[in-house]
């Protein structure tokens, strides 16, 4: 799974309604805040919105998955033909 | 200290010189090529996840990029009311945070 690591660089003081709106849309309150969004195709327009003003770079993430705490027994026969990838 | 100045001593009056200067013009083609970085960004992460976006294919139609661009547009922008139809950038207001990349054809 990538994400778009998206950093304001730049206040928007002064800039439109519609840049502010796309910021707080974002979740970037102050300068130098930094989020993850999925990589998609309305993240991408809300960054084309607010271009001039954040940095941004992709980053792949592996899904976090937690130790499931047990394993399932096999017979030697059956975990052999695993390994040898039958 | 007060240092009197026409700005400080009548109401609103700001200056801004007809002239951008050299330091300015190279802070300019930071942002222009920041901005260019941005979109690069966008566009590779949406081609790796085999997706599309139509803001970030209007913009590589229609917007010029920075080593593209001639310095006339990179620094000055379209104005009629000018005598050569141009004034600096400087001039444009939020000039360092909004995109003014493209004239009126002819100008």
């Given amino acids: 799974m990538s994400y778009f690591r998206i950093t304001l660089v ?5 800039l439109p309604r519609r840049t502010t709106d796309v910021l707080k849309a974002l979740g970037l309150k102050k ?10 195709p309305s993240v ?11 940095s941004v770079q992709e980053e792949v993430r592996l899904e976090r998955k937690p130790d499931p ?3 399932i027994e096999k017979t030697s026969g059956a975990e052999w033909k695993e390994q040898r990838g039958y | ?3 009197p100045s026409s700005p400080l001593f009548s ?3 700001w200056k801004i010189p007809w002239r951008i200067s050299s330091p ?6 930071k942002r222009l090529r920041s901005v260019d970085r941005v979109v690069d960004a966008v566009s590779a992460a949406l081609m790796r996840s085999g997706q599309g976006s139509k803001a970030v294919d209007r913009w590589y139609r229609e917007m010029p990029r920075e080593e593209e661009m001639v310095s006339k547009d990179k620094y000055t922008i379209f104005d009629k009311k000018e ?4 004034k600096g950038i400087h001039k444009l207001p939020k000039w360092t945070r909004v995109s003014q990349r493209v004239n009126p054809p002819g100008f």
């Fill in chain 2, 83 to 86: 005598k050569t139809y141009r």
């Fill in chain 1, 31 to 40: 300068r130098m805040a930094q989020v993850f969004h999925p990589v998609s």
């Fill in chain 1, 69 to 71: 705490g047990y394993y």
């Fill in chain 1, 44 to 54: 991408a327009g809300q960054i084309m919105k607010v271009k001039e003003i954040v």
């Fill in chain 2, 11 to 13: 109401g609103l009056l």
């Fill in chain 2, 24 to 29: 300015q013009k190279a802070r300019q083609r």
């Fill in chain 1, 10 to 14: 730049r206040s928007a003081i002064g």
């Fill in chain 2, 1 to 3: 200290m007060f240092k």
